[in-house]
């Protein structure tokens, strides 16, 4: 068995030189190029923007503060220095205007969905800026290619990447927001918006206030799809309490009058 193991991780290696496939350095192999991210994340920023009546995306030129608002406590995030793709990825930022949703996801590539009932929803600018860490890192950390490796197996990925069938890409983009994440993923981007936050203003676990609004508000188990509910809300609160004790990043909220400025600009 070790023998096997051995050539397979011998030929894995061999691929990815091959065929410019992503070994991570954490483990596992991504059939995906970085190139293929942005282009699966292009396709389904498209799919979105063409679809206004389940996506009503809010105009920028209609509300150019809540976008500089947005931009603003991106950048914080990006500048962080702990992301591996900050100058791959465009970093988009799109408002989607439904109040009735809790809810913000990044594509692929870098392409951030905002919902205004989110925005409305919290409290504080550490605990929004904890929930845009936390999707930039499901981006920055390439889950969604990951996912998609796995989903789909690496003899038909293998003839995709290499060009043979390149339009399945677009099926491919259209499924990524009913794909999820998995366990390990939801807590690795728990983690690494923790990280991504240590080095600004907000507080460290921002997420964490997040997650115990919901449960203050009796909302457990209403968690968006991409803040998956496992593992549960209350462990992840712990866990995210517990990533910014082990980092020594500081938890204090700093009062934010622009947050509600932001709150504000929305209509």
């Known amino acids: 068995m070790t023998k096997l193991r051995t050539k397979i991780g011998i030929l894995l290696l061999a691929v990815c030189s091959a065929v410019y496939i992503s070994c991570d350095p954490d483990g596992g192999v991504n059939l995906f190029s970085i190139s293929d991210d942005i282009e699966l994340g292009q396709q389904l920023r498209d799919e979105i923007l063409a679809n206004p009546a389940e996506y009503p995306i809010l105009p920028e030129a209609q509300y150019p503060q809540a976008y500089q608002h947005l931009r603003r406590i991106r950048d914080a995030v990006l500048q962080s220095g702990e992301l591996r793709h900050r100058n791959d990825f465009e970093w988009e930022v799109y408002i989607v205007r439904d109040d009735n949703t809790l809810n913000a996801f990044c594509a692929p590539g870098g392409y951030i969905f905002v919902y205004t009932g989110l925005i409305k929803f919290l409290q504080s600018e550490d605990e929004f800026a904890g929930v845009m860490a936390h999707e930039i890192a ?83 188990g209403q968690v968006p799809p991409f803040l998956s509910t496992h593992p549960s809300e209350a462990n992840r609160v712990q866990n995210i309490n517990q990533q910014a004790t082990t980092l020594s990043c500081a938890t204090d909220s700093n009062p934010n009058a622009q947050w509600q400025a932001f709150q504000n600009s929305l209509p």
């Not at 789909?152 to 999820?180: H, P, T």
């Not at 991504?196 to 009796?218: E, I, K, R, V």
Request: proline share 0%.
């Open 138 to 220: 499901h981006a920055d950390r390439r889950h969604s290619t990951d996912r998609l490796t796995q989903a789909y197996g690496l003899q038909m990925l293998l003839q995709i990447v290499l060009g043979d069938d390149r339009s399945q890409l677009a099926d491919m983009a259209a499924g990524l927001i009913q794909l999820g994440f998995s366990r390990g993923q939801e807590t690795e981007a728990d983690e690494y918006s923790v990280k991504y936050l240590c080095g600004t203003d907000y507080a460290s676990n921002g997420a964490a206030g997040f997650f115990q609004q919901m449960l203050d508000q009796g909302q457990a």
